[in-house]
């Protein structure tokens, strides 16, 4: 019973080998995008015996995007150049102005009676609409709602809306101007 | 006024690598936390669109994915089709790729669930409508048009 008690230290020197093979592992397989997109919810269906609500013509505003990838705006050729100006001018406040969309005041949190638009952007596109330009139009859309968005947070919170950290400040903002782009309901125009 | 030490040894003392395995470690278990493995292999061509104005998808175990693009495969010819996890698919088979997704979540996520369509810029709307009608349908509304983030040139 020579034996010495002594435990032997254990040799860690490969550790770092081990540990560096696992991480080269990881790094190889490893996929760090984030994605990205633009959330849209989609309407509930339409119960068959219900009848369309009837909505004001000048709270709409059409815009159809052809087979051919053209925009029609209101019945109009539009561009989408000037879409995002023409939709910020749309859904901007006007009050008494029979050409503009009706305004109803609405009570937000934070904000208190918010004159709100009651305009809804009427998405339609073709079966041979390009996927494209499809996002082309919907980001357009988008950005004219966060140029009204950062106007509103300006006025009430000094910040732009994107800036805004606040959740509560987010929300009441989002609530005064929500995202009104209706995908309505695929016509069959234009062929395929 | 101190006198300096005179005594100073003329070898460079050895640097301690003791702590790099703690390093390497670290660094591993980063990216062990962050990696995400592909799980489904793509047969058809993706090439999303760019756009501005974009959200990230926050939580990536609540998103169901739709892919729909031309096959890769030049022999199925190029009519864009939808692919779900691994294989090809039609419309009618969206109900039942939801209600599995809804089925392997836990009861209080579902009703946060993402549907995230990876849609190809060449596609036609066509399949697009027909998939986003079969989703309102099945009652699965929040969608996201995946894209890219477009860099802006100013």
Known sequence: MARSKKVPGLNASSMADIAFLMLIFFLMTSTMNVDTGIMRILPPPLPEDIEVPDINKRNIMNVLISSQDRLLVNRKMGDIETLKKDVIEFMSIHPDDGNFPEVALRDVPLLGKVPTSKGIISLKNARGTSYEMYIRVQDELASAFKVLRNRLSMEHFGKKYVDLVDEEQINAIEKAIPVRVSEAEPVNIGGN | ?154
């Not at chain 2, 501005?52 to 199925?76: A, C, H």
């Not at chain 2, 060449?122 to 409508?129: I, N, Q």
């Open chain 2, 1 to 154: 006024m101190s006198r300096f030490k005179k005594e100073l040894s003329k070898e460079t003392p050895e640097i301690s690598t003791s702590s790099m395995p703690d390093i390497i470690f670290m660094l591993l278990f980063f990216f062990m936390v962050t990696t995400v493995m592909r799980e489904t292999e793509m047969i058809v061509n993706l090439t999303p669109p760019a756009a501005e104005n974009v959200q990230k998808l926050e939580k990536k175990s609540l998103v169901s994915y739709i892919y729909i693009g031309q096959p890769k495969d030049k022999k199925l010819g190029t009519e864009s089709r939808i692919q779900l996890d691994d294989a090809f698919a039609v419309v009618g088979n969206i109900r039942e790729f939801i209600a599995k997704e809804r089925e392997a979540r836990d009861e209080a996520d579902r009703p946060f669930l993402v549907t995230s369509l990876k849609v190809d810029s060449d596609t036609k709307m066509g399949v697009v409508s027909d998939v986003k009608q079969e989703l309102r349908k099945i009652g699965a509304f929040k969608i996201n048009y995946s894209t890219r983030k477009k860099v802006v040139h100013k």
